[in-house]
């Protein structure tokens, strides 16, 4: 009589379960204030009063605001039990979001994102959570977004959504923005969204459909997916349950659904926990390839300077080569104009010229356009080129020191030491 008793009991609480899975689940993470990012503009207050609307509607409803990445997880684990073979499962996500990878993803309020892979652990992706609504008759994920802003900028990211997979049949994810509405409008438009669904949800009779229109800003946010038209007006009461007396003792159904849903998470998580060991190898021979193509440009660099350095030296030789050639043939000029002419007159010494008298020769020079150099009182190869120009022009030998004569001819009036 005892076996029979806990047999009924337990037929009972199985029966329990699956009138439970067969009516209309749903959960709302709401992520306003956040550890590591600004605060989201939709805020809580918002989410609560979907998930308010969402009871009145029958809906069995888990409420988390402001949950961490465990937090959520864990939540959502509880949900996907509850949405295996309901009528109708939601997922309400508010807050912010970013998309990577073809994915979009709920960030949690712990989020802390170094790169883009990090999102596969530390935040929630739209698609996976698509295929947990998809478990049941019909689902819908309603995720009204806004856009974070972080220290630093994050290569890959994107604030519009993105959902490249293949959304299940009988489910519809909708985002309150898209590619058609501008950056600077998504906060804006989620709030506008989140707050049209929670009037909606108030109505006495609202559809899927009009939900999935509002949710969408009107059609300017993103659609993926499509569901049939149904009826959101309160369920009526289901008939009373059969007394334990009147349980023929049937044999009981086999419990496999938690394992399987188990099963599938822990699947899940393995393909996850795959995914991120290969986002971390790519991004490990990502870094390889740039440190070695900054070296490339290192050793670039190095051998520009080298060539760089090797020019400037050949040019310093090459005008040092001139300057001994520009010697060289005044010196031979002398020697040939010494070699040619008859008798020379007895040509002035250095010595013999005081500072006075050699400015005044450089300067008379340069005023008959044969002198280029300073004023300096340096009888040197400029000056003395000066005076085979000037001894040229007055057919004399060329030998570039003046002689008397023509000391007097440049400078009348001026005399020797």
């Known amino acids: 009589m005892g076996l029979f008793v806990v047999f009924a009991v337990s037929l009972l609480l199985l029966s329990f379960s699956t009138a439970h899975a067969s009516g209309r689940v749903a959960i709302v993470l709401t992520a306003e204030d956040y550890q590591k990012l600004p605060k989201s503009s939709i805020g809580t207050k918002r989410g609560g009063e979907i998930a308010d609307a969402l009871k009145a509607r029958g809906f069995d409803v888990i409420v988390s605001p402001n949950p961490t990445n465990a937090t959520a997880r864990a939540n959502l684990r509880d949900f996907a ?106 906060d804006a438009a989620g709030e506008q969204a989140a707050e049209a669904l929670a009037k909606l949800l108030q109505q006495p009779s609202p559809s899927l459909n009009e939900a999935v229109k509002i949710a969408s800003n009107g059609g300017q946010g993103a659609v993926f997916g499509r569901v049939d038209e149904i009826s ?25 659904k938690s394992d399987e849903i188990e099963g599938k998470l822990e699947t899940e998580r393995r393909a996850r926990e795959q995914a991120e060991s290969r986002a971390r190898d790519e991004q490990l021979r990502a870094e390889r390839a740039q440190a070695e193509v900054l070296k490339a440009q290192a050793d670039a660099k190095k051998a520009q300077a080298d060539v760089e350095r090797a020019q400037a030296d050949a040019e310093k030789a090459k005008q040092e080569a001139k300057r001994v050639e520009a010697q060289a043939q005044i010196a031979a000029a002398q ?56 001894q040229r022009s007055r057919s004399a030998a060329v030998t570039g020191y003046l002689t008397a004569e023509q000391f007097d001819a440049l400078l009348p009036g001026e005399s020797t030491q």
Request: proline fraction near 8%; charged fraction near 15%.
């Open 81 to 186: 039990a509850k949405a295996e073979g309901a009528d109708l499962a939601f997922v309400v996500l508010i807050g912010h979001g970013v998309a990577w990878g073809g994915q979009t993803f709920f960030l949690t309020t712990n989020t802390e994102l170094g790169r883009a892979s990090d999102l596969l652990s530390r935040a929630l992706s739209a698609t996976n959570i698509a295929q947990i609504v998809g478990r049941a008759q019909t689902g819908g994920v309603f995720f009204f977004m806004t856009s974070p802003t972080f220290e630093s900028a994050i290569e890959g990211l994107d604030a519009r959504p993105q959902f490249t997979s293949d959304p299940p049949k009988n489910a519809v994810t909708i985002f309150s923005s898209s590619a058609r509405i501008p950056v600077s409008r998504i």
């Open 335 to 390: 020697a040939e104009s010494l070699r040619h002419a008859p008798v020379a007159a007895a040509a002035i010494e250095d010595s013999q010229l005081g500072q006075k008298q050699r400015r005044l020769i450089q300067q008379r020079l340069r005023e008959m356009g044969l002198y280029t150099g300073p004023i300096d009182a340096i009888m040197g190869p400029l000056t003395r080129e000066a005076i085979m120009g000037y």
């Open 232 to 256: 959101l007006a309160k369920p009526a009461p289901a008939p009373a349950a059969p007394t334990v007396a009147a349980i023929s003792p049937t044999p009981a159904p086999s419990v496999q």
